[in-house]
């Protein structure tokens, strides 16, 4: 079929390379980090990532605060680890490579199912039924031990059938590129989503409900599809996990994973497409290394969680595109003075508040131990109170000089603001 | 019957308490359009600065202290950072709880430690409000308070003691709930609540300052959770997890009620109470059941995951399911005005 007019249609440069880079990146990650732990951290970002982007098409794109995600791509990769257990009993001809599918096709299904009550209401209502939904689940799992293992969970063994082309998915180098190839096409089948007139009508349906309503669109019917959608993905997340890890407990549908998710997607930025892949980097890095630093790891994330909603509701993403927005104007020169002060101040204060958490957690938890916490290679005496005055004063000192950078920041960026508006005005006068 | 009558009682103190614990919710809803998704974490909190406080000075000042503590608290709160992501609409208000919800676990766990405390009731608490005693010639007898060991010892004799908590559990709910209402309908702040939950502007205009009667709310409900946690905590567990168990009940409540309605809160409360209760008290399965009817029972049923799960096996998820059941035959909630 011919076009009645001429389109002109550029080749879109800056598109090919970001994808390009994206698929390298995923292709020389495990080269340059290539020690056991962080092969395993890869893969574990990388599924990661698929589940926090089909969070968001949630979240971000629909509006839609679910608190029970983990409910599809826990039973996503329950039914893979079935699915897996069965090729291996050579009951069912599947290659472990499509074993995630498998998660998705579930995830799909059980999507389509408590989609259908969930989906019902949107806003604040919907939060609380996928609440609701999640305990269901959770509650569920550990009443019928046949299908979920009860306490120990079901685990087996990606290692099924004859070696193609060598490739057994023993090593988890070789699970990692499974992992990389779904990651890549999922990201880039989310992504497509967006452009689709579905995405397109779910996000009039996060920002006006009504009016979509006026134009003749069922919002539900909006509402339960990309839902049906998010769970799909969702579900393919699931049975990557059930491969990566060979084995699933009830954990995976618990609430503090749907919480992750939730949490991490929004640090992320759930307003940009890109910001959930930040989101779930941060997550597994957060999950690994942060709670090998400190015990009181959920206290900061909170913490920084309430800040970022309060102060940067985008997220980094969206901390990201303002800086590069300053930057193309040419004013990031004016802030970086300010941004080594906030940065050093915050420093000061996570240094006095960690050392007194550090200490309470000394006394709570191994005082038997011994009277010195070690902290940063200092040595501090929960006992005296030498170490508490010292960690409290260097806190309030800190919070103190941090409020008062803080203030001049935020008038200076008003500032630069205001002339970038300016800017934006007089160029397009010109 | 004496089980008949223990269950009951039992699940109508669990519901009150649920609904000491919804009404502030709900109240906070329908005000401000929040929904506190760190409710339960006040009620953790109340019941272990009740316990703090009861190590102290003793349980009953505890019992005023801690409402008030965790009040100024939620007020607090409220007021440095609700208010602030208020003009991003409803869904960072939701996530700032949410958060909120995560430091007041950590910080409990940092502060009272990762394990269940000792949280005990006092002395005049401690035994059997009444018991029940069937004898063994089908009559039932009341007695206050606990009854002589050598009266249950006897032949065919079954003594059903009521704990003196939850009645106490039952007195307290009951006249903060009477006052709740008075306060609500009879006085002048009632009032001009009331007025602030339908048409906030128009009492802003007559001079109230409204933000600062959302922020009183929102104290009030949090005192509320903080007061249910000092007696819940004392009765069941206080422990880091508590709040997990109680949150999402509460959750369903305010939906099956209907969100916004008091009422609707009310009644689903005490619903839940005595459904959970008896669930738990019944041992009965779909197989057992069938036995008894004298039906013929094959192997293959009896060992058929789900037939064989007695009801109080199921117990956790009756909630859960009746929510489900509400949102598809009855979407607004059972005496809920609002749809969507």
Known sequence: ?430 | MEFFIISMLNGVSYGLLLFLLSSGLTLIFSMMGVLNFAHASFYMLGAYIGYSVAQLVGFWPGLIVAPLVVGALGALFERLTLRRVHKFGHVPELLVTFGLSYIILELVQLIWGRTAVEFTPPELLRGPAFTLVHHANDSLEWFWGSVDGAVCAGQGVICSPFPATRAFMMLVALLMLMSLWLLLTRTRIGLIIQAALTHPEMVESLGHNVPRVLMLVFGAGTGLAGLAGVIGGSTFVTEPNMAATVGSVIFVVVVVGGMGSLSGAFLASLLIGVIQTFAVGLDHSFVSVAQQFGMEVSDAMRENSVLKLTLSQVAPILPYLFLVLILIFRPKGLLGTREG
């Open chain 1, 1 to 430: 079929m011919t076009k009645p007019y001429y389109e002109f249609k550029p080749y879109n440069v800056g598109r090919w390379i970001v994808w390009s880079l994206f698929a390298l990146v995923l292709l020389g990650a495990p080269l340059v980090f290539s020690g056991n732990l962080s092969i395993t951290m890869l893969s574990q970002m990388g599924i990661a990532i698929i589940a926090c982007l089909s969070y968001n098409i949630l979240l971000g794109q629909g509006g839609m605060l679910s608190f029970g995600h983990a409910v599809y791509t826990g039973l996503g990769s329950y039914m893979a680890m079935h699915a897996l257990n069965a090729a291996a009993d050579g009951q069912w001809p599947i290659p472990v490579s499509l074993i995630p599918l498998v998660g998705g096709v579930a995830g799909l299904f059980f999507a389509i199912l408590f989609g259908y009550v969930t989906t019902k209401k949107a806003g604040t209502p919907f939060a609380m039924i996928t609440l609701g939904m999640a305990e269901l689940v959770f509650a569920m799992s550990l009443m019928f031990s046949e299908f979920f293992g009860g306490e120990a969970g079901i685990s087996g063994n990606r290692v099924v059938g004859e070696a193609f082309m060598g490739i057994s998915y023993g090593p988890p180098r070789q699970v990692y590129y499974l992992i990389a190839v779904y990651t890549f096409v999922c990201v880039g089948l989310m992504f497509a989503f967006t452009r689709t007139p579905l995405g397109r009508i779910l996000n009039a349906v996060r920002d006006n409900p009504e009016r979509v309503e006026f134009i003749g669109y069922n919002t539900q019917k909006v509402r339960y599809l990309a839902f049906m959608i998010a769970g799909f993905f969702a579900g393919i997340a699931g049975g990557l996990g059930a491969l990566n890890f060979e084995i699933v407990t009830a954990e995976v549908v618990g609430a503090a994973r749907s919480g992750g998710y939730l949490l991490f997607t929004f640090l992320g930025g759930a307003t940009f497409f890109f910001g959930p892949i930040i989101g779930g980097i941060l997550m597994v890095l957060a999950a690994v290394l942060l709670s090998e630093l400190t015990k009181a790891w959920l206290l900061y994330l909170g913490l920084i969680f309430l800040f970022m909603v309060m102060y940067a509701p985008g997220g980094i993403a969206s901390l990201i595109m303002m800086n590069l927005r300053v930057a193309s104007f040419g004013k990031l020169r004016e802030v970086w003075v300010a941004y080594l002060a906030l940065g050093v101040t915050a420093l000061v204060v996570l240094l006095g508040g960690g050392a007194m958490v550090e200490m309470i957690y000394h006394l709570q938890l191994d005082a038997a131990m011994g009277d010195v916490v070690k902290y940063l290679g200092m040595s501090l005496h929960p006992k005296d109170a030498g170490s508490w005055f010292g960690a409290a004063f260097v806190t309030l000192t800190g919070l103190g000089i941090f409020e008062l950078t803080r203030r001049q920041f935020s008038a200076q960026w008003a500032e630069i603001q205001t002339e970038i508006e300016k800017e934006i005005k007089r160029r397009e006068t010109q």
